[in-house]
């Protein structure tokens, strides 16, 4: 039998999150709070309060990044709006927070399914004959 | 715009498959196939438990056959339950 599910990612996972950072900004400078604590040191402009992570602007980055735990539980971004619209800009109309949600979902997938036993197959963001690889 | 999706598929020695289909605002589609009831029910659980909230449902045709249910009649008995989960067929 099989089942399908539809599922609207919400960031929880401090980790996940620091690890989509990683990924959407790939050598930049990222502190990640101890689990369960925050961000001692905000950079630049940036004046969110509560991180639980933070990219550092960097070389063509431009720009810094922080994570933030809402009031739901969730992690949400926390980036002024002239850096939203440049990274919209600069990545083809793709969002700084939909490829955040994206990247995250992927290292929690992975993540939960090798806890459930289950061996990762197949990964399209690393085959090249994939189209819809990232 | 670019809908770039992001494709898994995973694999566990007693046979049970899931699919994810990650799409470009972060949203996800799972599909557990090859797998007994409750392995499908503990899988689908588990990872949705992880991912956020569910959105919607599609069930397996021949699992709502055999159960005599339409797909809004299993949600509402899932919902009315409290569980999380699915039927799994």
Avoid at chain 1, 32 to 44: E, M, Q, S
Avoid at chain 1, 46 to 62: H, K, L, N, P
Avoid at chain 1, 121 to 131: C, F, G, L, Q, R
């Amino acid at each position: 039998m099989s089942h399908q599910t539809m599922v609207k990612t919400k960031i929880t996972n401090a980790d996940d999150a620091a690890d989509a950072l990683r990924d959407l900004y790939p050598g930049a400078a990222i502190d990640v709070a101890p689990r369960g604590g925050l961000v001692a040191k905000l950079y630049g402009t940036q004046t969110a309060s509560g991180a639980v992570a933070v990219a550092r602007a960097v070389g063509v980055y431009r720009e810094d990044v922080a994570l933030t735990r809402q009031a739901d539980g969730s992690i949400g971004l926390a980036v002024d709006s002239g850096t939203k619209e440049r990274w919209t800009r600069d990545h083809d109309g793709r969002t700084l927070a939909g490829m955040l949600a994206q990247r995250s979902a992927y290292h929690t997938l992975r993540r939960a399914a090798q806890a459930a036993g289950l061996a990762l197959s197949y990964d399209s963001t690393v085959d090249p004959t994939v189209a819809g690889r990232v | 715009m670019k809908t770039n999706a992001i494709h898994l598929t995973f694999k566990r020695t007693d046979g049970a498959e899931v699919e994810a289909t990650i799409g470009p605002d972060g949203n996800v589609t799972l599909t557990v196939r090859r797998a007994p009831a409750m392995t499908c029910r503990v899988l689908t659980a588990t990872l949705e438990a992880e991912l956020g909230d569910i959105t919607a449902r599609k069930y397996d045709p021949r699992a709502l056959a055999a159960a005599g249910m339409t797909e809004e009649q299993v949600d509402r008995t899932i919902v009315k339950a409290g569980a999380g989960g699915s039927p799994c067929g």
